[in-house]
């Protein structure tokens, strides 16, 4: 059974880091697209940002140059490092994939930018 595993959230002052974490089991996904999502209280679950198969990133506006993904294969990994974070970027974030024409998302990690 395919099953994703974030982890890394917490409580962060603005201008702080994290590095969220996902780990895939279930399968081999080299050859998915993995994605990060947040959903902010109160929002709507968005794209965050999207890493190929040959680990080219795609980032979303609100998050471009402060954060970036990357992906171990080997170990089934899916990172995702936040820095400069903004009090906006308080959300769940949620790993995705599609694995054999269905979606897979984790249960969320919840990071909390706040003084």
């Known amino acids: 059974q395919v099953e994703l595993v974030e982890s890394g959230g917490g409580l962060v002052q603005p201008g702080g880091s994290l590095r969220l974490s996902c780990k895939a089991s279930?399968?081999?996904?080299?050859?998915?697209?993995m994605r990060w999502y947040r959903q902010p209280p109160g929002g709507r679950r968005d794209l965050v940002a999207a890493i190929t198969t040959a680990g080219e990133p795609v980032y979303t506006d609100p998050v471009k140059g402060r954060f970036t993904i990357s992906r171990n294969d080997a170990t089934n990994m899916v990172y995702l490092q936040m820095n400069s974070l903004k009090p906006e970027d308080t959300a769940v974030y949620y790993c995705q994939t599609r694995f054999e024409l269905v979606t897979f998302w984790g249960q969320g990690t919840q990071v909390t930018v706040s003084s």
């Open positions: 279930g399968g081999s996904f080299r050859r998915q697209i």
